[in-house]
């Protein structure tokens, strides 16, 4: 019996979808592996499996929630999915979806995490959902399986990751603010829009979301400038919309978080 199983799905309605989640549930291969393409704007309704997935954006860009985040799969990453992690999903741009789907116990992830694709899991991850001749092919897949699953950890996690407060008030500010990302948004703002003094607001934001305001706002600013960029929006349009000074500090914190320039990060991964 071939080690993976294959499954390439268009756009599919609901029903289909949730075929395809009792295929995932019922197979027995140790690796699935499934190709997809989805239209812009398409969502797939919460759903979690038994195992952990590995869902590579090959292209386009895909918006993952969860009830504590919000996770960005940009081009060239991928969203490691924790086993019974409940989740959603929804199509930024048109997207052409890798997924791997593997046992629990072989990935360590407690949380989702977005990683960067390097060009060998990408090739393996490849290999294993482009395969055709299972006949002749399973030991090869085999060694492909395994060589994949022992690079899966050594890949670079990136800052994508938005934790969402559960505080609805709180809640209500970060949506907003999603909208329209600001750079120069301050805590004092934020304090008394909720109309609580800045000590309270600070504690209350670490408290809901584990990570600073200020770390908050600079990943939302990133976050939300990504789909525009894989719009074809000009750098400079994006950079000044979202209240930097100028292109160069937008870039510097671009680089920071994501590891190269917005135009060569996109150049890079559409190749």
């Excluded at 989702?112 to 001749?133: F, M, N, Q, Y």
């Excluded at 407060?165 to 999603?178: D, G, K, V």
């Excluded at 209240?243 to 320039?261: D, H, K, S």
């Amino acid at each position: 019996m071939p080690k993976t199983r294959r499954n390439y799905l268009a756009q599919l309605p609901d029903a289909d979808h949730f075929r395809s989640l009792e295929w995932i549930e019922s197979a027995n291969a140790s690796v699935l592996a499934i190709g997809k393409d989805y239209a812009a704007g398409l969502r797939i309704p919460p759903h979690s499996h038994s195992r952990t997935q590995l869902w590579w954006a090959r292209c386009g860009v895909v918006l993952v929630h969860t009830p504590r985040g919000r996770w960005m799969i940009p081009p060239g990453h991928a969203l490691l999915i924790p086993a019974g992690t409940d989740h959603s999903a929804e199509m930024v741009s048109d997207v052409r979806m890798h997924s791997i789907y593997i046992s629990a116990a072989a990935s360590r992830a407690a949380r989702p995490l977005v990683v960067e694709i390097t060009a060998l899991v990408g090739s393996l991850i490849d290999a294993l959902v482009c395969a055709r001749d299972e006949a002749s092919s399973e030991q090869r897949e085999q060694l492909i399986m395994d060589l994949l699953l022992a690079e899966i950890p050594r890949l670079s996690e990136r800052p994508l990751g938005l934790p969402f407060p559960q505080n609805q008030r709180l809640a209500s500010l970060c949506r907003q603010f999603l909208k329209a990302p600001s750079a120069t948004a301050t805590i004092d703002q934020w304090a008394d829009r909720m109309r609580i003094s800045r000590r309270s607001f600070t504690r209350l934001f670490r408290r809901e979301t584990g990570i600073s305001f200020v770390t908050w706002r600079q990943q939302a600013c990133i976050f939300g400038s990504l789909p525009r960029l894989a719009d074809g929006e000009s750098i400079t349009t994006v950079a000044l919309d979202a209240g930097y000074e100028n292109v160069a500090a937008f870039t510097t914190m671009f680089r920071r978080m994501l590891g190269a320039p917005p135009s060569l990060y996109l150049r890079d991964q559409s190749g």
